[in-house]
């Protein structure tokens, strides 16, 4: 995950993108092997903790898409190896009107300490994974 402009130890107005591959997809829809999860968010944060309201765009395998929208915040904390789980519904394409839930781990580097407390902390590594339960008959 990208932040601009960089992380501090004070909260600033800051942009959260992230690109990332799913490729261990497990569904009862066998044409579904693999996905793209994309999301940009905008909040008040710090290299302490940010909370970020995101809608994600999944790009399936099969080149259809799933929007989903979350009910509760996801919660980034790049210096602490904690998790957050965050919940919502897919408003749009392939699932739509399933309920999601979405969970997100942070994995500190060395340096991101060091980069808070000077330039700003621009780049973090996660492990996310998404579980949507598909509700329709």
Request: proline share 6%; hydrophobic share 35%; net charge negative.
């Amino acid at each position: 995950m990208a932040f601009s402009p960089g992380l501090k130890l004070l909260p600033a107005n800051v942009t959260l993108t992230a690109t990332t591959l799913l490729d261990t997809c497990w569904s009862l829809e066998p044409d579904i092997t693999s996905g793209t999860f994309q999301v940009e968010s905008t909040s008040n944060a710090s290299c302490a903790r940010g909370s970020f309201q995101d809608e994600i765009l999944i790009t399936w395998n099969t080149g259809e898409t799933s929007t989903i929208s979350l009910n509760t915040p996801v919660e980034v904390r790049p210096l602490s190896p904690s998790g957050t789980t965050a919940y919502g519904t897919v408003t749009a394409g392939r699932f739509e009107g399933s309920l999601v839930a979405t969970t997100m781990q942070s994995i500190p580097g060395d340096r991101d300490l060091l980069n808070c407390l000077t330039g700003g902390l621009t780049q973090g590594l996660g492990v996310v994974s998404v579980s949507i339960l598909n509700v329709q008959p």
